[in-house]
């Protein structure tokens, strides 16, 4: 994969909000060693849609703000701030087309916000812990940058694509978001308590189909003056995505001992198989991971 270094990063859609003090409750960490899961999935399916590898529980809490980030020309190839602010760009560049065309609803932007260590969200505190999360009650991405790290030296998934997937399934979240998915899941949750998890599972599934679809279009997307994003854009930039999708399933996190009924993410074969299912279609109404 290689992004343009001529493309326009619109850090508009972005926000840097630096280092958090920590305060709040903070989240729950990756469960890497087993007998993770959603800790308090209630509240995960209320509040917040998402966190790529594991549960979060907040409570209470702030909208974040924001600080400005500065990306000039070519700083995609040295800042991962300004190359992930391009991944949204390009995320958000090929949903603002493909939601009104195929869903008959107007795409709403959502920024994601770079913090460190803590950040206050509409969704409540949270800690470096609780990893890559949409909050429905903001509209935003939160990424701690420190994750990149994390899913390369802890998951084993390197690669640049790896971050592009996991971005592309936040905003998948959105996508739930708009087209009013996520409410009807959240109301069947309430209903169906027994079947929390599973109605989870479908959730991140189809996030990571979209994130799928998502990549399917990568190489189409341009930025505001109409140059392409990326220049490139290759099967080994796909194989990085789906290995990023093994090494986040509930059973490759749980480990050896990983208890089938605490998935709310989804197996890493079947992660892989929703995320593939997007791409080689390339079309989101395929991404029907309830019926």
Known sequence: MTLNPN???DTGQVRDAGRGSGGGLAGIPIPINGGGGVIGLIVLAL???GGIVGGNQFLGGDNNGGGDLSCPAG???SDVRCANALYVNSIQNYWQGALPQEFGTPY???DTVFYEQAVNTGCGAADSGVGPFYCPEDDLVYIDVSFWNELSSRFGASGEFAQAYVLAHEYGHHVQDLVGTEATVRRQME???ANQNALSVMLELQA?????????HAAQTTDANGQPIFVSLTQQDIDEALQ???AVGDDAIQGPNANESSFTHGTSAQRQQWFSTGYSGGDPKACNTFG
């Open 208 to 216: 990571d189909c979209y994130a799928g679809v998502w990549a399917k």
């Open 244 to 246: 990023a999708a093994a």
């Open 75 to 77: 700083a995609q190839k």
């Open 191 to 193: 209903r169906d308590p």
């Open 108 to 110: 709403q932007p959502a």
């Open 47 to 49: 509040l917040v849609v």
């Open 7 to 9: 493309a326009q990063v």
